[in-house]
T-cell receptor, first 112, second 116 residues
């Protein structure tokens, strides 16, 4: 049972445009969510997080939106840059356990 | 601040052989995690330590996998004997989590294991 799903394995966006990466979850016990970025041959790098008490969190070009009723979150990157090309993982956890459950990732390609 | 260190970066072994991976977490981080990432999938937690105690090892195949974190700092993950399906990247992560609240985990570069 996959509790965190990223249904788009890949996404291609032009430089300067908005990238929107989506993530759905099924476990209503999750109360915080994170996005990680991963380059080839490197470990995942923390990007941004959001607690379930919020519906939006912004950090520079990156914004995460959380829709608890739909059990859906999205990562917006504006404007997209070629250096953003990477695999993006959505992860979810509960404050009582710390264990993270990851999605399968979305490969973002930002083209010139 | 130094990040999470892992070694080796790459390892190739034959099935039924044994292998060990080492992780040094970020200084001061109480909690350490080992994840297995199979190609095309997200990382899956194998074991979580808080200091030198095990918090969660429910997904660790204990018939062949073992892990320890002596003195609450470095950790080793061992596979004995290895199977073909153990081919994956083994990621170590650490965090300041001490039992409650949200947690940001910081990952090392991983060890890519190939079992032939």
């Amino acid at each position: 049972d996959q509790q965190v799903k990223q249904n788009s394995p890949s996404l291609s966006v032009q430089e300067g445009r908005i990238s929107i990466l989506n993530c759905d979850y099924t476990n209503s016990m999750f109360d915080y969510f994170l996005w990680y970025k991963k380059y080839p041959a490197e470990g995942p790098t923390f990007l941004i997080s959001i607690s379930s008490i919020k519906d939006k969190n912004e950090d520079g070009r990156f914004t995460v939106f959380l829709n608890k009723s739909a059990k859906h979150l999205s990562l917006h990157i504006v404007p997209s840059q070629p250096g953003d090309s990477a695999v993006y993982f959505c992860a979810a956890g509960t404050g009582t356990a710390s264990k993270l459950t990851f999605g399968t990732g979305t490969r973002l390609q930002v083209t010139l | 601040e130094a990040g999470v260190a892992q070694s080796p970066r790459y390892k190739i072994i034959e099935k039924r052989q044994s292998v060990a991976f080492w992780c040094n977490p970020i200084s001061g981080h109480a909690t350490l995690y080992w994840y297995q990432q199979i190609l095309g999938q997200g990382p899956k937690l194998l074991i979580q330590f808080q200091n030198n105690g095990v918090v969660d090892d429910s997904q660790l195949p204990k018939d062949r996998f073992s892990a320890e974190r002596l003195k609450g700092v470095d950790s080793t993950l061992k596979i004995q004997p290895a199977k073909l399906e153990d081919s994956a990247v083994y990621l170590c992560a650490s965090s300041t989590w001490t039992g409650a609240g949200s947690d940001t985990q910081y990952f090392g570069p991983g060890t890519r294991l190939t079992v032939l």
